[in-house]
């Protein structure tokens, strides 16, 4: 888990730009995320999951057998997209496999806090029951460090706004 600068902040439209720091929590306690893959053949792949905001990254898991895993092993480019009270936000990046055993914590302690799934981390994955999108267990878990994170204002008390990672 790395830190990384405040990203270049730009807004989409006629308003001020949201302050990342605002955003960041917002898309941080969204309930509900849907994470977009490709096939081999191009064709999209969409999915919803649930995810987790730890440092600077989102992080999902998935089941080492499912497609989602399998697309992003090919292609690791993906897309998170979740709404919110203010926004609908679109997060890009590309998903990396975690495995080291602090990060893995450090995230599973994140999906106990939000979800109240509690998760044994062993051989750098993750083994629990009730995650019905995910597949079966062990679970991969998958860092998506944000490139670009698109934030579409609901209303007028926000301004659509663009924030770019170097």
Do not use: I
């Not at 969409?46 to 080492?64: E, I, Q, T």
């Not at 057998?65 to 480019?77: H, M």
């Not at 990396?96 to 062993?122: F, H, I, M, P």
């Not at 062990?138 to 609901?154: D, H, K």
């Amino acid at each position: 888990m790395t830190q990384r600068k405040r990203p270049e902040t730009q807004p989409l439209g006629d308003g001020n730009a949201t302050a990342w720091t605002d955003a960041r929590g917002r898309l941080a306690a969204a309930d509900y995320y849907w994470l977009a893959t490709v096939h081999s053949d191009g064709r999209p792949h969409v999915r919803p999951l649930l995810a987790v905001w730890v440092a600077d990254a989102m992080y999902f898991c998935s089941g080492a057998a499912t497609r989602k895993s399998g697309y992003l092993t090919a292609v690791p480019s993906c897309s998170l997209a979740t709404e919110t009270d203010t926004f609908h936000f679109v997060v890009e990046g590309e998903a990396t496999k975690r495995s080291d055993e602090t990060a893995l914590q450090d995230v599973a302690g994140a999906y106990a806090t939000k979800y109240e799934w509690e998760v044994e981390v062993r051989d750098g994955a993750f083994y629990a029951a009730g995650a019905p999108t995910a597949g079966e267990p062990p679970y991969e878990v998958y860092e998506v460090t944000p490139e670009t994170v698109f934030g579409f204002g609901l209303d007028a008390s926000v301004s659509s706004t663009r924030w770019q990672f170097e």
